[in-house]
Every structure is written in C-alpha cells, then in structure tokens.
C-alpha cells in the first residue's frame, strides 16, 4: 500500500491529530490517517509542524488577570432601608455612624438618604408656615 511516516516532511517533531491529539500516521500521497479516531486529512492542512513563535518586540507581554470575589458581601443598601430612612431620618444617621466600618458604601448611602430626607423635612416645615 503506501509507507506509514510519523513524522511530517520537514519537521522533527511527530505529527498529531487535531481532533483528539493522538500520533497519526502520514502516508506517501499526504494523507493522514488517525489510529484512535479515525480521522483522516491532508498532511498539507496541518501546517507542516509547529507553529512559528510569536515576534519579540522588546515590550513585557500584558497580563491580564480577573478577580472574581465571590464571597464578598454586597456594600448596597437595600430599598426597604432606604425607604426606612428616607422617613426616619435619625435612624440612617445611627447606621451610619454603626456599619461605616463594615460597610462604608452601604453607610454613605444611608447617610445621604437621610440628609436628603432631612432637607425635604426642613424646607417642608419652613415654606408651610
């Protein structure tokens, strides 16, 4: 039939299967033939080894990393709270000065809802009389 090759024309290294990555055998016409999956190709579209390395450009690469912080709490005030202290002003004054260590952004908010209310409750009584 035809001589079975494990190695690509021009390369050292051996020829793998992009399916599964198993050795392949190359046979004299190109074609390539999987033993695990049976796959068969051109010996042409594997690019005749490996890939050549990327240009150095004299530059650090750029990591990019994500932080993910999935066990932390959420630093919002929740609606009902606003609304609590949107109508007892004192109270959002007390849990801000409580959570602004734990929760400084809940705290804040707390905070300003609570000046906003007071305003609305000063401006409210002096244009009324």
Known sequence: MSS????????????KCPNCGAGVSVGSDGACICSYCGSSF??????????????RTGQAPVVIREIHHYHDKPDRLPAA??????????????????????????????LIVSIVALIVIALGRGLGN
């Not at 051109?42 to 240009?55: I, Q, V, Y």
Request: net charge negative; hydrophobic share 45%.
């Open 81 to 110: 709270l606003g609304c609590l202290f949107l109508l007892f002003f004192p109270a959002g004054i007390v849990y801000y000065i409580i959570m602004k260590q734990d929760y400084p952004r809940r705290a804040r908010t707390a």
């Open 42 to 55: 051109l010996a042409d579209e594997l690019g005749g080894g490996p890939s050549p390395a990327p240009e």
């Open 4 to 15: 079975l090759l494990t190695v690509a024309a021009g390369s050292s290294d051996p020829v």
